[in-house]
Each structure stands twice: as C-alpha cells, then as structure tokens.
C-alpha cells in the first residue's frame, strides 16, 4: 500500500473533512475522495462515514488510522534518520525519559553535565513511569530513559539495552519538626502507627513488603497523584512517606528524611534501543552513572 494514501486518510480523520484535508494536502477533494475509496476496497471494510459537520472513521476506520499513524510517525524517523547518517549530523532532539524521583533528582545533574562536555544539545525531559518510559522507548519517542526495577519490575526486552548504575536506598520522607528527624536508622516499627501517604503502586508494594519484614504493617491512608503531592501532605504534617534515597539532595525546604534499617532498595538502570540511537545518549549514559554515584554520597 502507498503510504501517501495512509498519511491522506489520517489527515482527513484529524481534520474530519474531506475539503480541509485537501486543502492542506494540496489535492482536490475528488483525488482525496478517490483515494480514501481505493484504500477502502483495498482492506474490504468501509473507513469513513459522513455526519452533519464532515466525516469521521468507523470503527474499523479508527483501528486502522491509529496502527496508520503509528507506521506513519516511524517512516517519518526512518528517513530522518537516513538524512542523518548522510549529511553526518543529528539534528533532532534527545528525547530522555525518567521516572519522577530521577527527573527530579540524578537527571537534571546529568544533563549538565553533558551540556558542560559537549556544549549545545537540544534535549526534553518526560517523566514517567518506568513500565511507561519502557514503551516510549520502544515506539520511538524516547532515546534513553532512567527507570528502577520497583514493582513490577523491568521486562526483558531483547529489543533494549540496559545498563545498571546501582542500588538506592529508600527512605523515610518527614515534615520538618517530626520526632524522628534527624535521627539515626529508625526501625519500621517505630513507625508502624504512622499515617503514610503512596502516588504509586510501585511504592507502596516496597513499603508494605518492608513492614512485613518487620513483623508490622503500614497505614498507607493517603493517596497522592503524583509525587509533588506526596511531599506536599508530608510537608503540612498529614503523613510520612517512602521515597528513593536520590532525591535526599532536591527535597523542599519544610521535608527532611529519616533512614531506614535495612531499608528496602530498588535498581536504578538506563534504557536505550539496541539499533539507532542518537549520539548523544552513550555520552549521557556516563553522565547518569557519574550523577548517581555523587547524589547518593550527598
């Protein structure tokens, strides 16, 4: 099939008119209509049904135009990354991945210091979770990405290359004031009376494997919707909370931390794709392993 009929049919489905796709595809609207109904006979099912206002994709229509587009995105990388290959330049941005704990922590430090050795590089950050980033990374839209193996884990993915840079420790997060901050290792039985607010699942199954380490269970009665939340409610005195020994060093000015005995840790790994990688990830590579070993002595 001729992918320009693909990239025709969802740009009318974006646009939902047959006249507004071919004005912005320079066709006529009969070329535009000729197309979509030979792509229809092609796959033997209509794909687009007409309305008041235009026209919208069936529901096989809408199965099609969401694989279409995904074929589309990925064409699109692979001559951009034939160009680059040609021309010997990366023109496109690093796209990094992290989970919130490292976006707010090891990856901003990273990145500076790539910046320092390599000078100006167009980068994003998006955060996410790690089974997330896992799949962005997959599709494409991601070039690296910081994760941990907290629950559920990491799946083994021959497609992705994956470097450990090692264990953090968790730890317990407390408004500032709180009668064990600034203590020495607290046993999680002191604690075990304490309201704990989670954002994650993943979080809250590592608290609750460690209090029953201890013999004890934890009162998780808060949820927070993402981290900032959660260490907003530990700040105002409503809970305490288990968060990565890494974002000791970029906590807010009213949380301390409190550690743990033996307290529970999770992996801390970067992901890449085996095959085209941008220039820029193995040099940022290094970085995160430089940043994480310097915030975990902080």
Known sequence: MDLTVWRTFVTVCRVGSLSAAAAELHHTQSAVSRQIAGLERQLGVPLM????????????????RRHALATLNEADRAVRAVRDVRDGVCDRPLAVGATPSLAAGIVPVAIRGLL?????????????????????????DLDIAAVTDAPPGLPHDPRVERRFLGLDDMVVALPVGHAQAGRGPVPMETLADQTWVEDNDGSAALLRQHAARAGVSARIDLTAADLPGKLALVATGHAIALIPGVLSCALRADVTTAALVDPPTRGIYTITPRR???????????????????????
């Open 116 to 140: 320092e050795h390599a000078g100006s590089i167009r980068w994003s950050l998006l955060p996410g979770l790690s089974a997330a980033l896992h799949h962005r990374l997959i599709a494409g």
């Open 49 to 64: 049904e007409r309305h008041a206002r235009g026209v919208r994709p069936t529901p096989a229509g809408e199965v099609f």
């Open 276 to 298: 085209d990688g941008h220039p820029s990830a193995a040099p940022l590579l290094d970085q995160l392993a430089t940043a994480f070993a310097s915030v975990r002595g902080c």
